[in-house]
């Protein structure tokens, strides 16, 4: 019965209710045999059906980006995180499973798309938008398997045998097929690429920023090939990540641009043009519980700086590190201020990272229209430059050649202005893109976690040992395979020291 009751918390989750919004992106599909897929039409709903858990979960979004900011060192949002103290026989918290069946849940239903459009015949649709609705598929699908391994798996071993990789399903889960091995890390990357590639070879270019794009899949290929290599010093693939990075910030691309306002860029939230891929507030009875919990009430309520403070210079918005750089950064006070607390009886202000906790749950709700443009940003222009710079520095470029990418990046900004950088040693170099990582995209999507983990301060130490103040154990750089996984599916081992 317990077996029955884990495959149903992946397989009726996979039940696709509509993530509408404004804009009615996503239609109701149903994911179950009697439901089959016969023609274009039903093909689009199970594509976008794919969508649901990305839009409607906070294991994609917020609560993510809290654990990975707080596995940092930059914040001790998560103690869980931050101390890395986890283990099978010790999950420390929910999130651990929670997550997995979250991203099972987008596996399941990418592959119940991928593996029914795959039998369509020509003439129940057209071959091209069969390949497209396919590489779109298959680019969800890659996207999860790589919040899977970034979470999960050792993604940072350069040794391609190394036994803890993901497990990959090509096929939806049923009751039957529970058990499956674990690929090696080579073999988890090659698979990953492989999905990638098809999108990069079929997707459509770039038309709206809630659906993956084409030019989506090759940034996400290009930092899974610089995520590996830089924990690594390695320099394998990067020059195809800088063609990747290059395809798309050297051709112009409508409805996709750098933003000079930095403040207007929040302000609009997932209608901003710099947004690439981005999820948004769905349009649900659900919608308080979904995305938006982490930013518009934790955040808020147990991560900000409590009001009022003396004096007022000492307000953190809750960084354990990194305020010095923050404060002296004009972008400070754009990404930061005053948020009411996200409860009715609590009338008492904090301050808080207000480009994503924007008002707070019960002042969002409170005024008219509502504020609750809670946006995730997977991806945003800006961002391309950080690549750039880094790839650059990272394949022999000059100390001049590899910073220009972000001087251009931050002349393009008007508000607030930012002054060009002019670092004269590889060091210094390297010590200005990581904080510009950090200074542009903290909580956001991710970013500031794994470039700490890239980094290497000027004595030599990893930016998240040096933040933190004490070596790291690499094995804990992931989670455990979660207990109820392990349980069931008797064919995995877990991850290295996680017993």
């Keep these: 019965m317990k077996k029955i009751f884990y495959i149903t918390l992946i397989v009726v989750g996979l039940v696709m209710s509509s993530c509408e919004d404004d804009l009615n992106l996503t239609p109701n599909y149903s994911l179950n045999e009697l439901n089959a897929i016969t023609n274009a039409e039903d093909a689009h709903a199970a594509v976008n059906g794919a969508y649901a858990a990305i839009v409607n979960s906070d294991h994609f979004s917020g609560r993510l980006f809290v654990s990975l900011a707080s596995k940092s060192g930059f914040v001790d949002w998560s103690s869980g995180d931050f101390d890395m103290e986890y283990s099978q026989s010790n999950e420390t918290t929910s999130n651990i499973s929670d997550r997995w069946l979250d991203y099972y849940k987008t596996l399941n239903a990418a592959n119940f798309a991928i593996s029914n459009i795959g039998k369509l015949t020509i003439d129940q649709i057209n071959l091209e938008e069969k390949d497209v609705l396919l590489a779109e ?18 993604w940072w071993s350069s040794d391609d045998s190394n036994p803890n990789g993901i497990i990959f399903r090509e096929e939806p889960i049923t009751l039957g097929e529970v058990e499956q091995e674990r690929l090696n890390v080579g073999d988890s990357y090659d698979k990953i690429f492989k999905d990638l590639d098809f999108a990069i070879e079929h997707l459509e270019n770039f038309t709206n920023n809630r659906y993956m794009s084409k030019e989506f899949a090759k940034v996400l290929k290009a930092k899974i090939i610089l995520y590996r290599n830089g924990y690594n010093d390695g320099t394998a693939d990067l020059n195809e990540a800088i063609k990747l990075i290059d395809e798309v910030l050297y051709t112009p691309i409508s409805g996709f641009s750098m933003q000079s306002d930095l403040a207007k860029v929040y302000q609009d939230s997932w209608d901003s043009e710099e947004n690439l891929f981005c999820s948004y507030v769905s349009d649900n009875e659900d919608r308080i519980d979904n995305i938006s919990y982490t930013y518009s009430f934790s955040m808020i309520m147990y991560y900000a700086t409590k009001l009022p403070v003396a004096p007022y210079d000492q307000l953190d918005a809750g960084l354990n590190f990194g305020l010095d750089w923050f404060k002296g950064d004009p972008r400070w006070d754009i990404v930061t201020g005053e948020a009411r607390a996200p409860i009715a009886w609590d009338t008492d202000l904090r301050f808080t990272f207000t480009k994503v906790a924007r008002l707070g749950q019960f002042a969002g709700q409170l005024v008219s229209p509502e504020d609750l443009k809670y946006n995730t940003y997977f991806f945003r222009y800006s961002e391309l430059y950080l690549l750039k710079a880094e790839l650059l520095a990272r394949t022999g470029a000059s100390v001049s050649e590899a ?36 200074l542009e995209t903290f909580v956001e999507n991710g970013s500031e976690y794994f470039a700490s983990l890239r980094f290497k301060d000027g004595s030599g130490k990893l930016w998240m040992e040096s933040i933190k103040g004490k070596p790291i154990d690499e094995n804990r750089l992931c989670y455990p395979i979660p207990a109820v996984e392990m349980q069931y599916n008797k064919l995995i081992t877990q991850n290295t020291g996680l017993q």
């Design 403 to 438: 910073i220009a990418p972000i001087n251009e990046m931050r002349s393009k900004r008007t508000n607030p202005v930012l002054e060009s950088l002019n670092p004269t040693t590889q060091q210094e170099l390297m010590d200005m893109i990581f904080k510009e990582y950090f």
């Design 137 to 154: 598929a298959r680019c969800i699908r890659a996207f999860a398997n790589m919040f899977v391994f970034w979470n999960y798996g050792h």
